[in-house]
C-alpha cells in the first residue's frame, strides 16, 4: 500500500511497488491528462510534478511517491486554469495536443523557479518534451505570456501583446 498526495488530495493504492506512476495515475486513479508517449522517459508526455519539480511518470515507480506530493495537469492551477492553460490557448499551441500536458507541466515547474524566463533557460527546462507538430515557438511565446500574466497577478486575462497576432 502507497500513501501520497495526489493534487493536495491524499490517496491510497495498492498496487507493485514497482508500477510506473504514470499506470497507477492512469489506470488506479483514473487522471488522464497525464499521457503515455515513450515509456522511456524520452518524449515528455507524462511530465508530472513531485515535490514541485517535473519528473517523467512512465520510470517513476510508485514506491518512490510514498509521502510525496505529486501534481498532475488536472491539479495545475485553482480552478481548473493556470496561467500557462490561459496563455496556451491564447497562443494556439496545441495542434494534436497530446504533448500538451507534459509541456505545460515542464514550463509550470519552470516559471516556479523562474517568472521571467530568457529563451536559452525556456530551452533547457522544455529539453525532452517533444512536439510532434512544431509549435515550439508558439510554446515559448505562451511561457513568456504565462509569465508575464503571473507577475502581474492575473490567470486568464488576455495580455497587451496578443500572442494570437504572429504564429509560427
Not at 503515455?36 to 508526455?45: D, K, S
Not at 515557438?137 to 511561457?143: K, L
Amino acid at each position: 500500500m502507497v500513501t501520497f498526495k495526489l493534487n493536495n488530495n491524499p490517496v491510497q493504492v495498492d498496487v507493485d511497488a514497482g508500477t510506473p506512476l504514470l499506470w497507477v495515475l492512469r489506470d488506479s486513479l483514473k487522471k488522464f491528462g497525464t499521457k503515455y508517449g515513450c515509456g522511456r522517459a524520452l518524449c515528455g508526455a507524462c511530465t508530472v510534478h513531485l515535490d514541485g519539480a517535473p519528473v517523467r511518470a512512465c520510470v517513476v515507480p510508485i514506491e518512490a511517491v510514498a509521502d510525496r506530493k505529486v501534481t498532475t495537469i488536472e491539479g495545475l492551477g485553482e480552478g481548473g486554469q493556470h496561467p500557462l492553460q490561459a496563455a496556451w490557448i491564447a497562443a494556439d499551441v496545441p495542434q494534436c495536443g497530446y504533448c500538451q500536458s507534459g509541456q505545460i507541466m515542464s514550463a509550470a515547474a519552470l516559471l516556479a523557479s523562474n517568472p521571467d524566463p530568457r529563451d536559452p533557460e525556456i530551452d533547457v527546462a522544455m529539453r525532452g518534451n517533444i512536439c510532434r507538430c512544431g509549435t515550439y515557438d508558439r510554446i515559448r511565446r505562451a511561457i513568456k505570456d504565462a509569465g508575464q500574466r503571473m507577475r502581474a497577478g492575473r490567470s486568464g486575462q488576455a495580455t497587451a501583446a496578443d500572442p494570437r497576432k504572429s504564429r509560427a
